[in-house]
């Protein structure tokens, strides 16, 4: 994708940014990092009360590099508003001052739908897109994936469908995003459907489980969960093409990380990340990264945090580099190159 935004800043090869605002979240899903994007890089700088400020000038610099698409994350952003909202207002002045617009601009937050009803004015007024972490519609599968109480489930679920419903009325884009798993892999048609009855889901993106579980909760009996819960997605993705149109692949912005089919189920997109059998995009030094046997998300997108770091890489934290290196950074992923040949 090469475009050029109204400021004539050369979109081709500038990724996302990622700002991780918490470390806390409602869910502690065995397959997310435990600490959300900041993983085991956490510093004592994580408790400086001066990280917002430090984080907002970061996010101006890259945006003085041309750096237009920018994901709210955590953790859950939601457990940290008042960081939220703040950063969040930051970026929105920023991308009015330059009279972005939806096609070359975005500003999303990325959140379990929880708190949404408790927060949904600052939300409408944010962000153009809600990614909504969804990966059971039964209590007792999510109270499993989350591991949380059934009764903190059926509590929970009731809140996310609410929150999903009025964004729906409101007329706010969502996607969806559900990890696949054996626990739920007998409800993913159940997902589409729900997703489906919204005409404010523009998207369903489903992940299979990726092998970064020295990263997840509890390490050691996460590489066994993986090892018992991964399903690839193939046999989903061949009935979804008996059932539905292949639109074509995509990348993440500025055309970085895994070529991702997408098909069309009547008015529902659906996106398929997979990391089972694909190649991925490579910087050179990922030739000695311990992850590279089974990675292929390659460099995505940029991600920072209050521990004040620049992160260009998930499974094994990469190549990192500190908050006033963001054209370094930037440099990292342009630099990094499609690697046609798995090993």
């Given at each position: 994708?090469?475009f050029?935004?109204?400021?004539?800043?050369?979109?081709?090869?500038?990724?996302?940014?990622?700002?991780?605002?918490?470390?806390?979240?409602?869910?502690?899903?065995l397959?997310?990092?435990e600490?959300?994007?900041f993983?085991?890089?956490?510093r004592q700088?994580?408790?400086?009360?001066?990280?917002?400020?430090k984080t907002?000038h970061?996010?101006?610099?890259?945006?003085?590099?041309?750096?237009?698409?920018?994901?709210?994350?955590?953790?859950?952003?939601?457990?940290e508003?008042?960081?939220t909202?703040?950063?969040?207002?930051?970026v929105r002045?920023?991308?009015?001052?330059?009279?972005?617009?939806p096609?070359?601009?975005?500003l999303r937050?990325n959140?379990?739908?929880?708190r949404?009803?408790?927060?949904?004015?600052q939300?409408?007024?944010?962000?153009d897109?809600v990614?909504?972490?969804l990966?059971?519609?039964?209590p007792e599968r999510?109270?499993a994936?989350?591991?949380?109480?059934i009764?903190?489930?059926?509590?929970?679920l009731?809140?996310?469908i609410?929150?999903?419903?009025?964004?729906?009325?409101?007329g706010r884009?969502?996607?969806?995003?559900?990890?696949?798993?054996?626990?739920?892999?007998?409800e993913?048609?159940?997902?589409?459907?729900?997703?489906s009855r919204?005409?404010?889901?523009?998207?369903?993106?489903?992940?299979?489980?990726?092998?970064?579980?020295?990263?997840?909760h509890?390490?050691?009996?996460?590489?066994?969960?993986w090892?018992?819960?991964?399903v690839?997605?193939?046999?989903f993705?061949n009935q979804?093409k008996a059932?539905?149109i292949?639109?074509?692949?995509?990348?993440?912005?500025g055309g970085?990380g895994?070529p991702?089919?997408?098909y069309?189920?009547?008015?529902?997109?659906i996106r398929?990340r997979?990391?089972a059998g694909t190649?991925?995009?490579?910087h050179?030094?990922?030739?000695n990264c311990?992850?590279?046997?089974?990675?292929?998300?390659g460099s995505c997108?940029?991600?920072?945090g209050p521990n004040e770091?620049?992160?260009?890489?998930?499974p094994?934290?990469?190549?990192?580099?500190?908050?006033?290196?963001e054209?370094?950074?930037l440099?990292y992923?342009r630099?990094?190159?499609?690697?046609?040949?798995p090993?």
């Amino acid at each position: 994708m090469s475009f050029t935004n109204t400021q004539g800043v050369n979109m081709k090869g500038i990724p996302s940014l990622r700002v991780s605002v918490s470390a806390r979240c409602n869910l502690r899903c065995l397959h997310c990092q435990e600490r959300g994007d900041f993983s085991t890089d956490v510093r004592q700088s994580l408790f400086d009360p001066g990280w917002v400020k430090k984080t907002t000038h970061s996010i101006s610099r890259f945006f003085k590099l041309g750096v237009r698409h920018f994901s709210i994350t955590g953790g859950e952003p939601l457990c940290e508003p008042e960081n939220t909202f703040r950063i969040s207002a930051l970026v929105r002045n920023l991308l009015i001052d330059v009279s972005a617009t939806p096609q070359n601009s975005y500003l999303r937050i990325n959140t379990d739908g929880i708190r949404i009803l408790e927060y949904l004015p600052q939300i409408m007024d944010y962000f153009d897109l809600v990614k909504i972490s969804l990966n059971s519609l039964v209590p007792e599968r999510y109270a499993a994936i989350g591991q949380i109480s059934i009764n903190e489930a059926r509590e929970y679920l009731k809140k996310v469908i609410a929150g999903i419903e009025t964004l729906n009325k409101r007329g706010r884009d969502i996607r969806i995003q559900t990890v696949l798993t054996r626990i739920n892999q007998e409800e993913l048609w159940d997902i589409v459907q729900f997703a489906s009855r919204f005409t404010s889901v523009v998207e369903l993106k489903i992940l299979d489980l990726s092998e970064y579980s020295h990263l997840w909760h509890n390490p050691e009996p996460a590489e066994n969960y993986w090892r018992n819960s991964f399903v690839p997605l193939r046999k989903f993705q061949n009935q979804l093409k008996a059932k539905a149109i292949f639109k074509g692949s995509t990348s993440s912005i500025g055309g970085y990380g895994n070529p991702m089919p997408v098909y069309q189920l009547g008015k529902l997109k659906i996106r398929l990340r997979t990391s089972a059998g694909t190649v991925g995009q490579y910087h050179p030094t990922c030739k000695n990264c311990l992850a590279r046997s089974y990675c292929r998300d390659g460099s995505c997108n940029i991600a920072i945090g209050p521990n004040e770091l620049i992160k260009v890489c998930k499974p094994q934290e990469g190549r990192i580099f500190q908050l006033g290196q963001e054209e370094e950074a930037l440099q990292y992923m342009r630099e990094t190159r499609f690697d046609k040949t798995p090993e």
